[in-house]
């Protein structure tokens, strides 16, 4: 069981207005969650300062068209088995696929293979998101 600590926290009137605003919008019920979440964000970030493991989603939009890039970006994956846990593939029209990848590993192993598959011509945008593997952040 968690126990709950409460804390005050000072801020200046208008910055209190405005993260009011942007977590009534995000669906936040209370400023206690949102700054759970910030909290946990921040350590996630402080985590790969020390390259801890990792867990993210890579998503790309890529040309249908161009030859042999579903075969490359398919290659790449299988010399990183170790690291890619799933992929789904769509066809978002005649053009263009998106493709997300759940990826895992230390921060700098993942962050290097999300480079070069986004890197690799065809590929029109990329991105990569991650969160800890909650090992550091038990009872956030």
Do not use: W
């Not at 088995?81 to 997300?100: A, F, Q, R």
């Not at 290097?112 to 550091?136: A, M, P, W």
């Amino acid at each position: 069981m968690t126990i709950l600590k409460r804390f005050g926290v000072s801020l200046p009137g208008d910055l209190l207005a405005r993260f009011d605003n942007e977590i009534e919008q995000k669906g936040y019920q209370n400023r206690s969650e949102a700054l759970r979440d910030l909290i946990r964000d921040y350590l996630v970030k402080r985590d790969l300062d020390k390259n801890e493991e990792v867990v993210g989603v890579l998503n790309l939009v890529y040309g249908h068209h161009v030859p042999n890039l579903s075969a490359k970006l398919n290659d790449i994956q299988h010399d990183h088995y170790h690291n890619i846990l799933s992929n789904v593939h769509i066809h978002l029209d005649h053009h263009n696929c998106l493709e997300v990848i759940i990826i895992k590993g230390r921060y700098s192993e993942i962050k290097q293979l999300s480079d070069r598959i986004i890197g690799t011509r065809g590929v029109k945008h990329g991105e990569l998101s991650f969160n800890s593997t909650g090992k550091n952040l038990s009872g956030v």
